[in-house]
């Protein structure tokens, strides 16, 4: 080997090119710009070009999933009509079960955490429910007492000899 053709790199390793037009390809040159970097760069243009190739999977993944989707809509289109009246029906009842069961959970809970609230079993948010209640207590005494301060005043201004 000629020692012209053996390039030194930063890291102390010799490389040999095979032909000295290799040296302006994309690739070569994108991993020579790697080499001379420090590992920091070197470590976010990898994560960046991971970021880009899994993007890009991603986006063709979705791509596929929504053309088959598409697809698959016009080939059962024919039978998603002739059977409409069977889907609507079908929908109305699952929506009417479905709200009529949520409503009956949804009371259930309600009753339940009522009742164990004024058994003194403290369900969860009791404490909320108890600081809000003293607040508000304690405004309303605040908002009395100043009221009957002022309105006080008020009529002795009005009846002095009272």
């Known amino acids: 080997m000629d020692s012209r053709h053996i390039q030194q790199t930063p890291y102390g390793s010799t490389t040999v090119p ?17 080499q001379s ?16 190739i899994s ?6 993944l979705t791509g ?20 409409s009246p069977i889907w609507v029906l079908l929908f109305l009842l699952v929506t009417g079960f479905l709200s009529v069961a949520g409503f009956l959970f949804g009371t259930a809970a309600v009753v ?11 369900p969860v948010g009791s404490d909320q429910v108890d600081y809000a209640r003293s607040r508000i207590y304690d405004t309303a005494a605040h ?20």
């Not at 302006?24 to 790697?34: E, T």
């Not at 970097?37 to 880009?52: C, D, I, M, V």
């Not at 339940?112 to 403290?122: A, D, E, V």
């Not at 100043?146 to 201004?157: C, I, N």
């Open 18 to 34: 095979s032909r000295g037009n290799n040296m302006n390809h994309p690739i070569a040159s994108f991993l020579r710009q790697l």
């Open 37 to 52: 970097q420090s590992p920091e760069h070197s470590r976010q243009r990898l994560g960046l070009l991971a970021f880009f």
């Open 55 to 60: 993007g890009g999977i991603l986006l063709l």
């Open 64 to 83: 596929i999933t929504a053309t088959a989707f598409v697809l698959g809509f016009i080939a059962f289109l024919p039978i998603i009509i002739i059977s």
């Open 112 to 122: 339940s955490w009522t009742y164990l609230y004024f058994k003194g079993m403290h």
């Open 143 to 162: 908002v009395k007492d100043y009221a009957g301060g002022y309105f006080h005043g008020k009529f002795k201004d009005a009846a002095p000899g009272a």
